[in-house]
């Protein structure tokens, strides 16, 4: 069964870095998501993104966060200047359609640690 | 913005036994989306309801628009259904791509 593979699986990085967070969704998914899960807390949404734009985006992706699909099949989370607080498990997630259209797909998930 | 809440927050039961996991949310949307994260992190996608009933082995999802209520049915409970369960909506938007608004997720442990 197809996956959504996220790279890496971990990542440490120290604190004002910029980390590139890696997606592969499914090949033939048009709707990108990204959502984070601090750790006890809920997952939150970040951002979807569909046919090469942003769709909707939350209070948490400010300035400091960016998407990007550079190419047919790679979805990336680019964080600048993390802190601390960017500490987190993010997924990503992909779907056939939006809304009541179909299912999410999602990756296993890349723990961040900003030190 | 739609609050989303689940009961119980965590629940140990016997195996064998019939599982409810309940889940409310304040504002009306387009579908309702029961997940399952086991303690690796990884996130799967049980159901997505928007109306009545649906059933997957042995797990049954219920929804009741009108009193915005969801219940996550689990017969004949595994050891290996010990996870978390978390319920999630998403709202009306025209482009489609909504986001989801999560409940904080039922700890499950079923004992042998």
């Known amino acids: 069964e197809p996956e959504v593979t996220q790279t890496p699986s971990h990542q440490v990085t120290q604190m004002g870095q910029e980390v590139i967070l890696r997606c592969v969704p499914i090949s033939n998914h048009l709707y990108f998501y990204w959502y984070r899960q601090i750790l006890g807390q809920k997952v939150e949404f970040l951002v979807s993104?569909?046919?090469?734009?942003?769709?909707?985006k939350s209070e948490i992706f400010d300035d400091q966060f960016s998407v990007e699909r550079p190419d047919g099949s790679n979805f990336t989370l680019k964080i600048r200047s993390t802190k601390l607080e960017d500490s987190a498990m993010y997924f990503c997630?992909?779907?056939?359609?939006?809304?009541?259209?179909?299912?999410?797909?999602f990756g296993n998930g890349t723990r961040l640690t900003v030190t | 913005k739609n609050e989303v809440e689940q009961s119980p927050q965590n629940l140990t039961a016997q195996e064998g036994e019939f599982i409810t996991i309940n889940c409310s949310y304040s504002v009306g949307i387009s579908a309702l989306h029961w997940l399952q994260q086991h303690p690796g992190g990884g996130i799967v996608s049980l159901f997505m309801?928007?109306?009545g009933k649906k059933k997957h082995g042995r797990l049954i999802a219920t929804i009741n628009i009108q009193e915005k209520h969801s219940s996550l049915h689990i017969t004949a409970s595994h050891p290996r259904d010990s996870a978390v369960y978390i319920c999630a909506v998403s709202g009306y938007s025209g482009g489609g791509a909504d986001g989801l608004t999560f409940g904080k997720g039922t700890h499950l442990i079923i004992q042998p």
């Open positions: 993104f569909y046919n090469n734009e942003i769709s909707e």
């Open positions: 309801l928007s109306s």
């Open positions: 997630a992909s779907s056939v359609s939006g809304g009541m259209g179909s299912p999410l797909h």
